[in-house]
């Protein structure tokens, strides 16, 4: 999951911003974000409220039933030029190439908390 997180599908992501939510079908979450200090904060913030939602919910939907209505969307018609639609293409290929080789370690830190001290 943290390989598909870090290098999954572009085209469903927005390359530009710099922190990402992703929710699987099977109910887990992926998220990656901005190395900056601002951005990792906001990640932990949220990380720790949808933790403590689930737990206090224990997993269960406790909210309204209700179905709102709402207006169907609308589709975005964009005009893109042949210039466009190659720069498009070739930063998707570039994507490809660069997660082809990536090589990832996952370790656990266990040396915090009470025992520790």
Known sequence: MTLETLVGDPTIRWGDKSYNSISYADGTFGSNCDHSPYDAMILVSLCYYIDQQLEATDGKWTGSDTVRAMPLPEELVFT????????????KQHYLESTQNLQLVCCAFTSFGKAAI
């Open 80 to 91: 893109l030029d042949d210039k466009v639609r190659s720069d498009v293409s070739l930063a």
